[in-house]
């Protein structure tokens, strides 16, 4: 039996065996359980657990044992000492299939393998506040759920020989007379669910088949969401179809073309280049719609072609002779610069290339010239 999950702490859930221990996981720590719980008879010996399940607030946790007994433990405490128990709850060795809290956490449903429904009290857990008696129950995990207002308990009841209508049963939580009886298969209702939120019920059957039931009005999306969908309309496929008749003496202009096999419409198709949606083929010679041919179909590609087959110019290596190499030009023909400054402009001394001489030298000689400073101008000038 496996039981997931609490109200408050969604990583933990709790699982039952017949090894006659109750087990509580931790979903970040998978190598061992979180804690152990082992039932006692009333012998002190073990008892196996048939089924279990939590409080709403998770602070109660409930299992139903096969000598018929329905023990709780806090969780908040130690799993030392039971805090409620009643060892007669139901026959001894039947197989209680379910355990249900209410959400007002006070009242706990029990379904019996004696073929009963029982409400109990938790505050005073020694006598069932009332019993609902021939629900046959044949499975050991039949279940049973309270309605989302705590009005109603519902439970799946199993067919017996010779009968052909599984039934959901709702029952009045006060006192569980029966309310209503629906047959919802030809076959017995093991699991069956209420959710809160969604407001509708979902069941499984027997013969394996799982069905969802809502109210129009106030169930929430869920099932609805499927049946406001429409089903997609079949496309109906329309064709005309045309008798070929055979003339052979008839005028050329009255005969009708001979019809060709679906083969040779698609060989005379493939040579149509429109039909075929033929790619466009390469390009021989300059060019041929708007394409380039050889050079290129893109002005990128020309771009590039054109700085590959470039000579390279021995200048570029060195930037200075790049420059200067439009100074004779520039000196013939000024154009912004040396027009504007044509009477201030100093004179241009450019270092000469020469590899023998020093820097020293050349300082010297600069310093030991006489007469003016060739680039002061006197200002009679």
């Not at 019996?112 to 938790?122: H, Q, V």
């Amino acid at each position: 039996m496996l039981v997931v999950g609490t109200q408050k702490n969604k990583i933990e859930f709790m699982t039952c065996s017949i090894d006659g221990s109750v087990r509580l996981w931790d979903l970040k720590k998978d190598e061992k359980h979180k804690s152990i719980i082992k039932p006692r008879n009333k012998q002190g010996r073990r008892a196996i657990p048939t089924t279990c399940c939590y409080s709403r607030d998770g602070n109660y946790i409930a299992v139903a044992c096969n000598d018929g007994s329905i023990q709780l433990w806090d969780h908040r405490k130690m799993f030392v000492n039971v805090a409620f128990k009643n060892m007669n709850a139901h026959t001894n060795g039947s197989e209680t299939s379910s355990l249900c809290f209410s959400y007002n956490g006070k009242i706990l449903a029990s379904r019996g393998g004696d073929d009963t429904l029982k409400l109990w009290d938790i505050r005073s857990f020694q006598k069932p506040l009332c019993v609902a008696e021939d629900l046959f129950n044949r499975f050991p995990m039949t279940d049973c759920t309270f309605s989302p207002y705590d009005n109603l308990v519902v439970t799946g009841v199993s067919v017996g020989k010779g009968e052909t209508d599984g039934q959901l049963v709702f029952l009045n939580s006060q006192d569980l007379k029966v309310v209503s009886r629906a047959t919802v298969s030809d076959s017995s209702v093991v699991r069956s669910l209420w959710h809160p939120k969604l407001n509708q019920i979902v069941i499984g059957t027997g013969n394996g088949i799982v069905k969802v039931f809502y109210d129009p009005e106030t169930s929430q999306r869920g099932a609805k969401l499927c049946v406001v969908k429409k089903k997609s309309k079949v496309k109906a496929i329309e064709y005309t179809s045309s008798n070929y008749v055979i003339t052979p003496h008839a005028l050329p202009m009255f005969r009708e073309a001979r019809q060709q096999s679906t083969f040779k419409q698609g060989l005379k198709a493939r040579k149509d280049p429109m039909k075929s949606k033929r790619p466009d083929l390469p390009i021989d010679g300059v060019g041929v719609g708007g394409r380039v041919g050889h050079h290129g179909s893109t002005l990128a590609q020309y771009v590039a072609k054109q700085i590959a087959i470039r000579k390279p110019d021995e200048r570029d290596k060195d930037p200075r002779a790049a420059i200067l190499r439009h100074a004779e030009e520039a000196k013939k023909n000024p154009l912004w610069v040396t027009p504007a400054y044509e009477n201030t402009q100093p004179i241009p001394i450019f270092q000469k290339d020469d590899s023998d001489s020093n820097d020293e030298d050349e300082g010297d000689k600069i310093m030991n010239r006489t007469g003016p400073v060739p680039w002061k101008r006197s200002k009679k000038e």
